[in-house]
């Protein structure tokens, strides 16, 4: 019988969080190019190794097979987690596990006292559809800026 279980993930973990984020993102439809390994390393310490960071692992059977990392922010609202990351094992998509992962994610927040979920997408990326599927809401009104300096 399979175990599926939520652990919260801290800085003595980061390689393995490095080795299971990179064999996702570089790949398609991402294609990210995480080559330079201090880039890697100080982007990954940016979302887990904050005091407002949570990094959240899906195991089945001691094995990560889901990964969330973000920040927790403090608004007006109610306090969010900011979802900067969140992923599945590409070998491992498509059996429910995205569905289990949020829904535990859901479940993990609210006993923290976390009223809502914030995250961003591309809409020509899978996960587009996924979380509207699971209840997430576009923000119209919304928008993302970047610059190149």
Not at 44 to 68: H, Q, W
Not at 85 to 101: A, D, N, V, W
Not at 118 to 136: C, D, H, I, N, W
Request: with cysteine; glycine share 8%; hydrophobic share 40%.
């Amino acid at each position: 019988m399979e175990r599926i279980e939520l652990r919260e993930l801290h800085v003595d973990v980061i390689e393995e969080i490095k080795t299971f984020f990179v064999e996702i993102f570089t790949k398609e439809p991402w294609n990210d190019d995480w080559s330079n390994q201090e880039q890697l390393h100080a982007y990954i310490m940016d979302l887990i190794g904050n005091k407002n960071s949570l990094a959240l692992g899906l195991f089945e059977d001691n094995v990560m097979v889901g990964l969330a990392m973000g920040n927790i922010k403090h608004w007006y609202t109610g306090t969010e987690y900011y979802i900067e990351e969140l992923c599945i094992k590409r070998e491992e998509q498509g059996r429910g596990l995205g569905t289990q992962f949020l829904k535990a994610i859901e479940g993990y927040i609210k006993s923290k006292g976390i009223t809502h979920i914030f995250l961003q997408t591309e809409r020509t990326v899978p996960a587009y559809s996924f979380y509207k599927k699971k209840g997430f809401v576009e923000l119209t009104e919304h928008v993302s800026f970047i610059k190149e300096c």
